[in-house]
């Protein structure tokens, strides 16, 4: 069985930065592809970024692009997610999740493995 822990959430001012990590178990990390989801309070769960098996693609979606970066260390089964430039509308709870497919996908509904989520909150 897959398992997903989140962490690296917190409250920061707007304008500052967090790093989230999300460690996987299992063998055979290096054949995902990697997620990053948030929901924010009574919202939709929605895409935020994504990285191939090898992590020589990424993909994010257009309000976090060049604020937020997406990364992993396969030696160490974690993938990252760093958040700079943090705004008041960043806040939710950041979901990790796993694909087994070695190419990036936007959907949730591809992906088969999800953690327990991790709070932010940007304040004003």
């Known amino acids: 069985q897959v398992q997903l822990v989140e962490s690296g959430g917190g409250l920061v001012q707007a304008g500052g930065s967090l790093r989230l990590s999300c460690a996987v178990s299992?063998?055979?990390?290096?054949?995902?592809?990697m997620g990053w989801f948030r929901q924010a309070p009574g919202k939709e769960r929605d895409f935020v970024a994504a990285?191939?098996?090898?992590?020589?693609?990424?993909y994010y979606t257009d309000s976090v692009k060049g604020r937020f970066t997406i990364s992993r260390d396969n030696a160490k089964n974690t993938v990252y997610l760093q958040m700079n430039s943090l705004r008041p509308e960043d806040t939710a709870v950041y979901y990790c999740?796993?694909?087994?497919?070695?190419?990036?996908?936007?959907?949730?509904?591809?992906?088969?493995?999800w953690g327990q989520g991790t709070q932010v909150t940007v304040s004003s």
């Open positions: 990285i191939n098996w090898s992590g020589d693609s990424t």
């Open positions: 999740a796993a694909r087994q497919r070695l190419a990036i996908a936007t959907a949730g509904s591809l992906y088969d493995y």
């Open positions: 299992g063998r055979t990390f290096s054949m995902y592809a």
